[in-house]
């Protein structure tokens, strides 16, 4: 990598060379100052190993990439919110915004996690504690139900390369005194309007349910994401989503658009799970992208127990390759739509 290319990925992350710096110090937890960053820019000094690895190498889009498929750092990337919906229980939703999240942040995108599930999965998974974010009111209940702005909730988290919007158990109340509140599905989408310009992607964790958190997500968002458990097709549950997220296109949000299916926990070696992926498959083929399949690894639950993302905790392990993949289609398709619009 040369300076010229790492000043385009800085550029493309629309940061100044101190605030690149506290991002690469945040994720290589080194000290390099504004002055190192303009060093390497201008080609006075080598780029060191690690940084080049770190910008080309670990999820490789961020620096400019010669594969195809690729994130070129020449074309601008067209800003998403993403929400990561499926009224279904434990179909890996919360695994999958979790490292999306952090694989998007890799390819050099300026990413928030917005946790909006009482359950605070995605803040217990991404290290915080939902105790406290109650306790000291600086959960999203605070920001859709109390005023507070999401400047003073959100917390930096995977050494700075994520940042969260935490939520607890409080945010369930917002259920039922949101039903009160006028437009009652758009709170969520006006109070994002304070930062969306600000972060290249939102990824929502969305409740297992259809409720008003769920309404809000999709209506503050562009893609909607859909993590469905690889198994007997007739549980699935996508339907109802796909009928709800066409009512949210006609009434409040027309430019809301399915990004894809994503099957997860996938057991290559089941024959079932081999047949309902080809089920999944034929299904949506020509409707909606069914996207690679996650497999099934007890890596997710472990790093999830260690409140970080199983691809930020063993990058090269086989299972995480497939959030990899997700987050560099879900780029270049960012990159190709600010093109088409562009154009
Ligand atoms: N690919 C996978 N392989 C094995 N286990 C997984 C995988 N993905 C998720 N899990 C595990 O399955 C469980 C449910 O996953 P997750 O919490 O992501 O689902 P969810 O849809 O967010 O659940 P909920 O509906 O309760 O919010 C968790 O224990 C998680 O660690
Ligand atoms: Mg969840």
New binding site residues.
């Given amino acids: 990598m040369n300076g010229e290319e790492l000043r385009a990925i800085r550029e493309r992350r629309g940061e100044d060379q101190l605030s690149f710096a506290t991002w690469l110090n945040g994720a290589l937890n080194r000290r390099y100052d504004r002055s190192r960053i303009s060093r390497w820019e201008s080609g006075a000094e080598r780029i060191p190993q690690q940084v080049a690895g770190f910008l080309a190498g670990q999820g490789g889009m961020a620096a400019v990439p010669q594969t195809a498929g690729g994130l070129a750092a020449g074309p601008k990337l067209r800003r998403a919110v993403v929400a990561v919906a499926n009224q279904k229980?434990?179909v890996?939703?919360?695994?999958t915004?979790v490292n999306l999240s952090y694989a998007l942040s890799t390819l050099g995108l300026k990413v928030m996690l917005l946790d909006s599930?009482p359950?605070g999965?995605?803040t217990v998974h991404m290290g915080l504690d939902p105790g406290e974010i109650e306790t000291h009111r600086k959960g999203l209940y605070n920001v859709v139900r109390g005023g507070a702005s999401f400047d003073s909730i959100l917390q930096p988290v995977c050494g700075g390369m994520v940042m969260l919007a935490p939520s607890s158990i409080g945010l369930a109340a917002a259920e039922t005194e949101l039903v009160a509140e006028p437009d009652n599905s758009l709170v969520l989408k006006e109070k994002l309007a304070e930062v969306r310009n600000r972060y290249d992607v939102i990824v929502i964790?969305?409740?297992?349910n259809l409720g008003l958190l769920t309404i809000n997500a999709l209506a503050a968002s562009d893609l909607v994401l859909i993590p469905v458990q690889t198994e007997v097709f007739a549980g699935l549950g996508v339907p109802l989503l796909l009928e709800t997220i066409a009512k949210i296109r006609r009434r409040s949000n027309p430019s809301l658009n399915i990004f894809g299916i994503l099957p997860t926990m996938f057991s290559s070696r089941l024959t079932q799970d081999q047949a309902s992926l080809r089920e999944i498959q034929e299904h949506y083929e020509g409707r909606t992208r069914v996207l690679p399949a996650v497999p099934r690894a007890t890596l997710f639950a472990q790093a999830s127990g260690a409140g970080r993302p199983a691809i930020e905790a063993d990058p090269n392990s086989n299972s995480v390759q497939a959030y990899g993949e997700l987050a560099r289609e879900l780029a270049a398709h960012l990159q190709t739509a600010e093109t088409a619009h562009v154009s």
Wanted: net charge negative; hydrophobic share 15%; proline share 13%.
């Fill in positions: 229980g434990g890996g939703k919360t695994t915004a599930d359950q999965n995605a964790d969305c409740p297992p």
